[in-house]
């Protein structure tokens, strides 16, 4: 398995060069690097009773952005659970072993750099691979997905 992991490291780090170059002054494209980033990087900076590493708390994001391009019918279950068993093979959290502040990580979202007009925007996919950007959910759907991975 760790062949598996340094390759893979080895090809998203390309994978990413080539989207930071395609978009040095993030325009668009580069967002996609902040896939399951909005919810992830709050796990990071709210105080919780797990101090989650960058990759734990990315992991956590993912799925709860998940269950939002689930509820906006942009992937289906089958696409969903596939993604949790990527992250299961490789170790990560899937739900937090604890349970998580939901109001007080939402208003810290709130606060992030990338809310734009007052919109908290994510980073959902499509399919396996593709995604797009969605900034229009309601506080009510946001806190759901954090209740979602919360323990």
């Known amino acids: 398995q760790q062949e598996v992991m340094v390759e893979l490291v080895l090809r998203n780090c390309k994978i990413k060069a080539a989207v930071v170059s395609a978009d040095e002054q993030e325009s668009g494209l580069r967002g996609i690097l902040n896939y399951g980033h ?42 969903e659970q596939t993604i949790i068993d990527l992250l299961t093979s490789f170790n990560l959290p899937t739900s937090a072993d604890e349970k998580l502040p939901v109001d007080k990580l939402y208003h810290a979202m709130e606060q992030d750099k990338k809310v734009q007009a007052g919109k908290i925007r994510f980073v959902l996919p499509t399919s396996i691979g593709d995604c797009t950007f969605v900034d229009d959910f309601i506080e009510a759907e946001i806190k759901a997905a954090i209740e979602s991975i919360s323990s």
């Open 38 to 79: 909005t919810i992830g990087h709050t796990l990071e900076t709210v105080k919780t009773v797990h101090d989650y590493h960058h990759g734990e708390a990315v992991a956590l994001g993912i799925v709860a952005a998940n269950k939002l391009a689930v509820q906006r019918k942009l992937i289906d279950t089958d696409s």
